[in-house]
């Protein structure tokens, strides 16, 4: 097989000594010359294709990067091609690159995806790896690639020791503080006009987020869970100012598709700058692939929350949270999640039940654009009637948010998007009710 392809690249390399680009002329129809003789013209993406048959990645690289492609489909082609020759030659970041492009624009395309992946999988960015892994299953593979994929995605989660995660964004609001608009509210039928520092009132924040998590090895399918985060939001209105940080001990265990890990967490937040709440309590997370495209993950926690400033919120707060995912095709994924959350209070009129649901959608068009949308409405009760209104407070809270992100674009390995949304909290008692809408425009990348 080497001797046939050798005598085909002598032939390649003999009829043109340099390689012909493409002309407006079909590939296959010859030229003459002066003297009559006949010029074969060779497509150079089918040197290059014989080349990397022979494994002689370097020659099929430098042709591909001197050829000018003429339309759309030659451009992938060529991507494809240079960036497969790169991974071969252990160009990783370079061979990403090109397959990155290849996906902004041409989503659909699962090969392309499955290389990514595993470029990213030699890379050490198991994040983006899993993402692109989990992403192809969402079309109809062979069921010896599907395979392949599931050991990619058990291997990843065996080894998988460190991630950082880090964002930025400005988020200008209608009404940060969720306060009422209403100039005055009525109790116990008397009318009483709001302060200003009681209304809505218009702001812009500046969001900091950062997560990392360290996973040693314990055992063959045990790891340990070391991870701390924190986000703070900033503004003009320094009393506006929201701080909250949050760490994580505890284990993990590891299965052929999934994983379920528990432990204790520890947590902290400030507002306006003065320490509001103090948090301790176990949780536990569970994630498992019922089939090749639908995810299972689920997260449990319950929380002994402490206020030194207003002792009559201590209490325990428990929270269950499932979500499925379902990747309809590779670039398009819907996720239902659903929320409930018991509250309790030293007043029981500050404890509170509340039930939730949320629904988005992700997918990828072609030319590099992806959307994101999402809608979640939750309802939440409290325990006790309110001394000032006399009713037992009651929420209906609706919010709707969409975010694009450009996948071509990157700013340092950093992803810009920009997002809008609208939120309106109903309640019986008026001082309770707002509506708030804005955008956020933010970076954001994974380590």
Request: net charge neutral; aromatic share 8%.
């Amino acid at each position: 097989m080497q001797t046939f392809i050798s005598a085909v690249l002598a032939v390649f390399l003999t009829v043109a000594a340099t390689p012909v680009f493409p002309s407006d002329r079909p590939a296959s129809a010859p030229d003459r010359t002066e003297a009559g003789s006949e010029t074969i013209r060779v497509p150079v993406l089918q040197v290059a294709r014989v080349l990397m048959n022979a494994e002689r990645w370097q020659e099929a690289r430098e042709i591909l990067e001197r050829l000018k492609p003429r339309d759309k489909e030659e451009r992938i082609e060529r991507l494809f091609l240079l960036g497969s020759a790169e991974a071969r030659l252990g160009l990783l970041p370079e061979a990403a690159e090109r397959f990155e492009a290849i996906l902004a624009v041409r989503p659909e395309l699962t090969r392309v995806r499955l290389e990514l992946a595993r470029v990213y999988h030699l890379l050490g960015r198991d994040e983006k790896a899993r993402f692109h892994f989990e992403a192809s299953l969402g079309d109809e593979l062979p069921s010896s690639v599907e395979g392949a994929v599931e050991a990619y995605l058990n291997r990843i989660d065996a080894r998988k020791h460190w991630s950082v995660s880090l964002s930025l964004a400005a988020l200008p609001e209608s009404n940060p503080v969720k306060r009422t608009d209403r100039e005055e509210v009525r109790i116990g039928g008397v009318p009483f006009r709001l302060n200003e520092d009681a209304r809505e009132a218009s702001g812009t924040g500046l969001l900091l987020s950062t997560g990392v998590q360290y996973s040693p090895v314990l055992t063959g399918s045990w790891r340990g869970v070391l991870a701390a985060s924190a986000a703070a939001k900033f503004y003009e209105q320094s009393d506006w100012n929201d701080i909250s940080a949050q760490g994580d001990l505890g284990a993990a265990r590891l299965f052929d598709r999934g994983s379920a890990s528990g432990g204790l967490r520890l947590g902290r937040r400030w507002l306006g700058g003065d320490h509001f709440s103090t948090g301790a309590g176990p949780w536990a997370r569970g994630r498992l692939r019922l089939s090749p495209a639908l995810r299972l993950d689920g997260a449990l926690s319950a929380e002994r929350r402490d206020h030194p400033g207003n002792p009559g919120l201590d209490g325990w707060t428990v929270n269950l949270r499932p979500g499925l995912d379902y990747a309809l095709s590779s670039a398009t994924t819907l996720r239902a999640e659903l929320d409930l959350e018991h509250v309790s209070a030293d007043e029981e009129r500050l404890g509170n039940r509340m039930g939730g649901l949320a629904l988005a959608l992700s997918h990828a068009f072609q030319g590099g654009l992806s959307v994101s949308p999402r809608i979640a409405v939750h309802w939440r009760r409290y325990g006790d009637k309110d001394p000032l209104f006399q009713e037992t407070r009651s929420d209906r809270q609706a919010r709707v948010s969409v975010n694009l992100l450009h996948r071509a674009l990157q700013v340092r390995g950093f992803a810009p998007y920009i997002g809008y949304f609208y939120e309106w909290n109903r309640s019986n008692i008026p001082i309770n009710a707002y509506r708030n809408h804005g955008m956020v425009l933010g970076i954001s990348r994974s380590f």
